[in-house]
């Protein structure tokens, strides 16, 4: 079942998302991504993929832990 968007019985992420991009920057994409709220945050696991199969970890950001303040981050 579906309710705006949510499956019943999953858990939400722990953040409101209000943009993500990324940015080619010849050998490296440069990410940015704006948040709204966070709650609990701890951090975001940056990661890459050649296959869409087996990801990589790339970078850890620290999150804000809890906000409900707008906060852009890049990585």
Do not use: H, Q
Not at 40 to 58: G, H, M, P, Y
């Amino acid at each position: 079942m579906t309710l705006s968007g949510a499956t019943l019985g999953c858990t939400p992420l722990p953040i409101e998302l209000l943009s993500f991009s990324g940015k080619n920057m010849g050998k490296r994409i440069l990410l940015e991504w704006t948040t709204a709220t966070e709650i609990n945050n701890s951090f975001f696991t940056l990661e890459r993929s050649k296959d869409a199969d087996k990801f990589d970890e790339v970078a850890i950001i620290e999150g804000a832990g809890n906000s409900a303040s707008i906060i852009n981050y890049t990585g």
